[in-house]
């Protein structure tokens, strides 16, 4: 899968994307992540991409120009591809979005900064979708991005060494997990379980998910439904 971000921090996403899972999965073919710095696209002489609002109001507005040129520069997209814009007035961001996304060969993300994105980019480029990863507000759409590329990228094949542990992670099979421990089998008084050192692997199956399931239920009991 292709990963390209549209942003004016590229250093924030090289960093995370060369680290961890993500780092691996770019070593091994998996995924690419290119980030393109859309102020490298604007026509200002001063290389400004953000102008102050239509009708007064504080902040800054980004403008239309260099993010439809930059978008342009990637033309064409590798097929099925999706484009995503981070903004507090999109789709809200979980795991069966995370799902479904994982199915394109390419993903497009536009990083949000200052106010926002002046709202006619949403015609220059009908095909963007907006996402937001929470009812909070960010500086920048950095953190939005990253999140996303790495919830998509765990669920692609070849990223994650064994891909059990991901079938086994919370929000994969609508619950969430069951709790985890190694060793000692006791600190400072505190136990292990004893059913998790029997050996008896049905047993201990059947003690995962009855605490998946009690935990979804106390905690998420939203997920049930």
């Known amino acids: 899968m292709k990963f390209s971000i549209l942003t004016l921090f590229p250093e924030i996403i090289d960093a995370y994307a060369s680290a961890s899972i993500m780092g691996r999965a770019c070593k091994q073919g998996v995924i690419e992540v290119k980030a393109i710095n859309f102020r490298d696209f604007t026509t200002d002489p001063h290389r400004k991409v953000d102008d102050s609002p239509f009708g007064g109001g504080s902040g800054m507005v980004l403008t239309c120009q260099p993010l439809e ?22 789709r809200r961001f979980d795991h069966a ?3 479904e996304l994982s199915e394109a060969q390419q993903l497009v993300i536009f990083c949000g900064h200052y106010e926002g994105f002046d709202e006619r980019i949403k015609g220059l480029i009908p095909q963007i979708e907006e ?12 953190l939005p991005a990253l999140s996303m590329m790495d919830a998509i990228t765990r ?12 079938q086994a992670d919370s929000f994969y099979d609508g619950l969430l997990d069951h709790p985890h421990y190694t060793r000692p089998a006791e600190y400072k008084g505190l136990k292990v379980p004893d059913v998790l050192l029997s050996g008896n692997h049905a047993a201990i199956q059947q003690w995962r ?14 997920l049930l439904s």
Not at 131 to 142: K, W
């Open 69 to 90: 040129s930059a978008f342009e520069s990637l033309l064409p997209l590798q097929q099925p591809a999706r484009v995503l814009m981070t903004t507090p007035t999109g």
């Open 97 to 99: 979005f995370a799902l």
């Open 131 to 142: 996402v937001s990863i929470g009812d909070y507000v960010l500086t920048g759409g950095e």
């Open 155 to 166: 669920l692609l094949p070849g990223a994650v060494q064994k891909f059990t542990s991901v």
């Open 209 to 222: 998910k009855a605490q998946s399931e009690e935990r979804t239920r106390r905690l998420r009991p939203d």
